[in-house]
């Protein structure tokens, strides 16, 4: 069975940056989409970024573009988040997440209903 576990958050300064790492139990390669979500303390959880199972496929929302980086290390089943020059408003809880989406090449990370299969988060705080 699928596990997934985040790992990476943290306090950082307004304009810093942080890599967040999502680790998966089973081989992911080929099979699973994964997904970044993050939820702000009251607010609903959205969407963030995500790769598509053949590695290649990305998909970015807008308030991230050009700023974050997702990556997948298929050898270790490891799906990474590199976030650069971040803000206040990126602050919230990061999860990772699975959809089992066999030899896809897009995906997207605005259907949160896609992703059954989800990791416990990680605490990001962008704060001075």
């Known amino acids: 069975q699928l596990l997934l576990v985040e790992s990476g958050g943290g306090l950082v300064q307004p304009g810093g940056s942080l890599r967040l790492s999502c680790a998966a139990s089973?081989?992911?390669?080929?099979?699973?989409?994964i997904g970044w979500f993050r939820q702000a303390p009251g607010k609903e959880r959205e969407g963030v970024s995500c790769i598509a199972s053949d590695g290649v496929g990305t998909e970015y929302r807008d308030p991230v573009k050009g700023r974050f980086t997702i990556s997948r290390n298929n050898t270790q089943n490891m799906v990474y988040l590199q976030m650069n020059s971040l803000k206040p408003e990126d602050t919230g809880v990061y999860y990772c997440?699975?959809?089992?989406?066999?030899?896809?090449?897009?995906?997207?990370?605005?259907?949160?209903?896609?992703?059954?299969?989800w990791g416990q988060g990680t605490q990001v705080t962008v704060s001075s």
């Open positions: 997440a699975a959809d089992w989406t066999p030899r896809s090449t897009l995906c997207t990370a605005q259907s949160l209903g896609r992703y059954r299969l």
């Open positions: 089973v081989i992911i390669s080929d099979y699973y989409v």
